[in-house]
């Protein structure tokens, strides 16, 4: 008997593929040669849940997770040690540190003032951004010999490629300035390579990479091709079906007008589960391998689509939403990681 204080089944659907997660990563472990790969968990594990996606790269053999903010360290922390956390922002406070302190997360030191207060406040390992270009977070490379940075007990020396999904000249400018600052600063391991940098080659991988988007099923470099498999998959099922007759408008504005006689479906999926309003025009849902465009303004809850290839389909029925983070056609409107990281709260819940 179904327990009527638990909520019925979701009509949103995503699903992790966690080995093939798992494979991704030693693929990238592999590709890195003598260096080790870590991953980047920052953003609720690129939107597909840091519950689901760190046991999974942890009992793969990564031993390294990087996130972005101090909020994000106690839900990858219930699966790894703390020390094994990276937090890229650094701290900004006393506070800062004193949680760093208290949890064992280990801060990204990105300026000359953060490494001052880090060491004001106790201090102890840390790890150090260097800036070699994309002039976003790091010291200078010019700042290496700061008495600030000597004082600072440093596990992994880092930077960050701005250009290496291209064949760009700027990859082997910053990747020889890492080489050279990191001859200047006592370290343990180094890391330059994100998922692109790691299909630049094994001059890339330094002792550590960072993979991000190739781990989640995004091929960032043609090199990577072939070594990393999809992980997700998004699911919306049929909320209504109905027949419009030629000359009937569907959602807000009235944007399409049906111009025949038309079957169409409504379907439990919209903007805020991150099937953005401008996914809609030029796409379709999917079912078996038939198309069903998308008709009208995607809602908040609720996209229609055209049921003419699939007019046997009804209430209940599950359709494919198109969330490959590698289809180029998508790419046009919304990059790999936004169409990760938008996916809504219902989504991950589902």
């Known amino acids: ?52 996606c760190v ?13 972005a903010h101090w909020s994000e360290v106690a839900a990858v922390a219930r699966h790894v040690p703390p020390a094994q956390i990276a937090v890229l922002h650094g701290p900004l406070s ?32 840390c790890h150090l951004m260097v800036d070699t270009g994309i002039n976003r ?14 004082a600072l007990d440093i596990d992994i020396l880092l930077s960050h490629l701005a250009c290496a999904d291209e064949d760009s000249a700027m990859n082997a400018r910053q990747r020889g300035a890492f080489a050279a600052v990191s001859s200047q600063i006592a370290h343990r391991r180094a890391s330059l390579a994100n998922s692109a940098g790691i299909g630049l080659g094994e001059e890339y991988a330094f002792g550590l990479t960072r993979p991000g988007l190739a781990l989640y099923g995004g091929v960032p470099r043609g090199e990577l091709a072939g ?12 909320l209504q079906c109905r027949n419009l007759v030629a000359g009937e408008s569907v959602g807000y504005n009235a944007t399409f007008t049906a111009p025949a006689t038309m079957r169409v479906c409504t379907v439990s999926l919209g903007y805020a589960d991150g099937f953005l309003r401008l996914r809609g025009p030029g796409n379709a849902l999917s079912h078996q ?11 908040m809850d609720m996209v229609v689509a055209d049921l003419s290839a699939a007019p046997d389909l009804a209430v209940g029925d599950w359709l494919t939403v ?7 056609a998508q790419q046009n409107i919304l990059s790999p990681y936004e169409l990760l990281t938008t996916i809504g709260q219902r989504l991950r819940r589902s």
Do not use: H
């Not at 070594?227 to 049929?238: F, K, L, Y």
């Open 1 to 52: 008997m179904t327990d009527p204080l638990l909520p019925p089944p979701a009509t949103l659907r995503l699903t992790v593929d966690t080995q093939a997660l798992a494979d991704n990563w030693r693929a990238l472990d592999r590709l890195s040669g003598t260096a080790r790969a870590g991953a980047a968990v920052k953003a609720d594990a690129y939107g597909l849940g840091v519950d689901v």
């Open 227 to 238: 070594a990393i498999r999809p992980v997700a998959r998004v699911e919306a099922a049929i």
């Open 289 to 299: 391998g038939r198309a069903l465009p998308i008709l009208g303004k995607v809602s």
């Open 137 to 150: 977070l790091g010291i200078a490379a010019a700042d290496a010999g700061d008495p600030r940075i000597a």
């Open 55 to 67: 046991p999974a790269l942890r009992d793969a053999g990564c031993e390294t997770f990087f996130v």
């Open 94 to 125: 006393a506070a800062d540190c004193g949680y760093a302190r208290s949890t064992g997360a280990v801060p990204v030191i990105n300026s000359l003032e953060q490494a001052a207060l880090w060491t004001a406040n106790g201090g102890g390992v």
């Open 322 to 328: 198109p969330w490959d983070i590698n289809d180029v």
